[in-house]
């Protein structure tokens, strides 16, 4: 089992940032693949962004590319999700989730859910 503790919502004005961290603990080694989630208020659950271990595999969300950018520290076991040039669409609530495959690469979360989710941030942007 891993636990994942998010952090760093809130409320933005359009145009504005936030970075959000999700704190893992438990099997937090056996992680491979670190990521995030949202859901917007109606919607369903979509994929936003997903790195590997080595952070050499990522991926994005079509409507997040070249807005957010995914990190992790390894030491820390914290995942990170800047957010620049925040829109309306963006509110939601964020989850963090974790991984163990190995064998597939960051866009395969693109349609695929992970095996692991924390409770969720709010992210709310204001226009």
């Known amino acids: 089992q891993v636990q994942l503790v998010e952090s760093g919502g809130g409320l933005v004005q359009s145009g504005g940032s936030l970075r959000l961290s999700c704190a893992a603990s438990g099997r937090a080694s056996s992680m491979y693949f670190m990521g995030w989630f949202r859901q917007a208020p109606g919607k369903e659950r979509e994929f936003v962004a997903a790195i590997s271990w080595s952070g050499d595999s990522t991926g994005y969300a079509d409507s997040v590319k070249g807005r957010f950018t995914i990190s992790r520290d390894n030491a820390k076991n914290t995942v990170y999700l800047q957010m620049n040039s925040l829109k309306s669409e963006d509110t939601g609530v964020y989850y963090c989730?974790?991984?163990?495959?190995?064998?597939?690469?960051?866009?395969?979360?693109?349609?695929?859910?992970?095996?692991?989710r924390g409770k969720g941030t709010l992210v709310t942007v204001s226009s």
């Open positions: 989730a974790a991984d163990p495959r190995t064998y597939v690469s960051g866009r395969y979360y693109e349609t695929h859910d992970m095996d692991y």
